[in-house]
């Protein structure tokens, strides 16, 4: 090294999941929070699965909060599932293709409109997208909505942990 300059082990280096410089992602902490988190949601998922009668329980008494709180709570839109690669286009198309789509495959539901939930926190979480660029999560929530299924309303669903992410919209 030349007399007269300084470097950092850090200098130059950038985070490849949070896109932060002075670290990598193996010393990340926004990924050891994210990994914490994620294994905290999939043990609590597993003892709600396991609830049995309890868990019958509590759907019906979460079915009657829910029908109580119609008249105040807005629901988030309509939704509608593609059952084919064929419906893809019709469905594109549609209504429903404005106001939400579930994606089973991600590892988190995500929105960017604050006011359809019902329960909310701010979290900043950073969310890889299949681009491979890094956006962040305000907040973390529950999201009830209708969905329409062949044309036919289908009973409201309430989702939990649903990431919002105001860059989406």
């Not at 599932?81 to 579930?102: E, G, K, M, Q």
């Not at 329409?148 to 942990?161: I, Q, R």
Request: net charge neutral; with cysteine.
């Amino acid at each position: 090294m030349a007399a007269g300059t300084t470097s950092t082990p850090s200098q130059g280096i950038r985070c490849s999941f949070c896109d932060w410089e002075g670290h990598t992602e193996a010393s990340c902490n926004f990924r050891e929070n994210a990994a914490k988190a994620q294994k905290a949601k999939t043990a609590d998922h597993r003892k709600e699965r396991r609830g049995g009668k309890k868990k019958a329980q509590t759907a019906q008494e979460a079915s009657e909060d829910v029908e109580a709180s119609a008249n105040i709570a807005e629901y988030a839109g309509k939704a509608s599932v593609a059952l084919s690669a064929s419906d893809r286009s019709s469905w594109l198309s549609s209504l429903a293709a404005a106001n939400w789509n579930t994606d089973t495959g991600a590892t988190s539901h995500m929105m960017p409109h604050r006011h359809w939930f019902t329960s909310y926190s701010p979290h900043i979480i950073p969310v890889r997208l299949a681009n491979d660029t890094i956006i962040y999560t305000a907040g973390m929530g529950s999201v009830m909505f209708e969905p329409v299924l062949g044309g036919s309303k289908a009973p409201v669903v309430v989702l939990h942990d649903v990431l919002h992410v105001p860059q989406l919209g």
